[in-house]
């Protein structure tokens, strides 16, 4: 079911055709970034208007649902087999789905990267890797992807994020807003949860490019009104900084799996996913990788919505450092 927690909308087959139509020429999107971000602005306007109207409510209302499913929105006629690693690049004729997913996030707030992930790679190719199939990240498989907000551990961490799916492959993203999840917590919990008794290290991938895990500042899980609360978890690597609040994190894991508080999204290929990073956790069942050509391949892009903010932490044209 995708209703609470996440929008849908589809486009429509004639903005589609129209739509794939004028993507297939250009070229990679990175070659040459920035006139590509002036280019996307002209673009989206190749988007339905329902699809227009559906981001802009996603980036503008704060009460609105945490999440915009789009369907169909358009595909590469063309595509490679799936790259066997994440970091691998490869020659492919089109790139529509990285230009739709640029089009739609940059009209969410400014694109960023992650210094100590995949050296500051905009685009991120999510695909499942040989040899990592028991690791909970991106590169993961047969180990599922625990719900979690992105960059939890970083006081900069993405806003938004888009997700573009090239291949499906079967394996379901959930999803699970918190405004779903504060009416299940006691008073109790919720004072608990609410202080700044939890701390959160570098996953796995931020420290391959030389991240620290060391020196987790301490966060709250929920900050904001009760009745529309920001959430920041990671139910993987978040843990309490004493007995008590330990106790309390165990007691929301408990709530947010074994209650009925997930939806599931099964992303087919031409599908968007644009989640609000501060108003949802999301997560990835497991799934049996082929390495065949065949597997999962989404793309995924970070935007921030005020870059201003976090400024003292550019490193780069679009790249942020996550960590002190």
């Known amino acids: 079911m995708v209703a609470e927690t996440v929008a849908e909308v589809f486009q429509d087959a004639h903005a589609r055709e129209r739509l794939e139509a004028r993507f297939a020429p250009l070229d990679n999107p990175c070659d040459d970034f920035l006139s590509s971000l002036a280019l996307a602005e002209e673009l989206r306007g190749c988007f339905s208007r329902e699809v227009r109207r559906a981001v802009r409510a996603l980036r503008d209302c704060p009460h609105s649902q945490a999440g915009l499913l789009i369907r169909g929105a358009g595909r590469d006629r063309s595509l490679p087999a799936t790259p066997s690693d994440a970091d691998l690049f490869v020659e492919r004729p089109s790139h529509v789905g990285e230009w739709i997913l640029l089009v739609l996030a940059s009209s969410l707030g400014a694109l960023v990267s992650y210094r100590e992930q995949r050296a500051g790679r905009l685009f991120n190719q999510i695909v499942p890797v040989k040899g990592f199939e028991d690791e909970i990240s991106s590169q993961g498989s047969r180990t599922a992807l625990g719900l979690h907000r992105e960059c939890t551990f970083s006081e900069v961490g993405p806003d938004f994020l888009g997700l573009y799916c090239h291949r499906g492959g079967g394996a379901a993203t959930s999803v699970v807003g918190a405004t779903r999840i504060a009416p299940h917590l006691t008073d109790r919990q919720w004072r608990v949860l609410s ?130």
Do not use: M
Request: glycine content about 10%; charged content about 30%; some cysteine.
């Open 195 to 324: 202080e700044p008794r939890f701390v959160t290290p570098l996953p796995p991938a931020f420290r391959r490019d030389g991240g620290s895990a060391a020196g987790a500042a301490a966060h709250c899980i929920f900050s904001g009104e009760r009745d529309h609360p920001e959430i920041r978890l990671d139910t993987t690597l978040t843990r309490g900084s004493d007995g008590d609040a330990q106790t309390v994190l165990a007691e929301l894991n408990q709530i947010l799996y074994d209650g009925d508080l997930r939806e599931r999204i099964v992303l087919e290929p031409g599908d968007v996913l644009l989640l609000d990073n501060r108003k949802c956790l999301h997560g990835r069942e497991a799934f049996d990788a082929r390495f065949d050509g065949s597997d999962r391949w989404l793309v995924r892009l970070y935007v921030k919505s005020d870059i201003w903010s976090c400024r003292e932490r550019l490193v780069g044209d679009h790249v942020l450092a996550a960590g002190q």
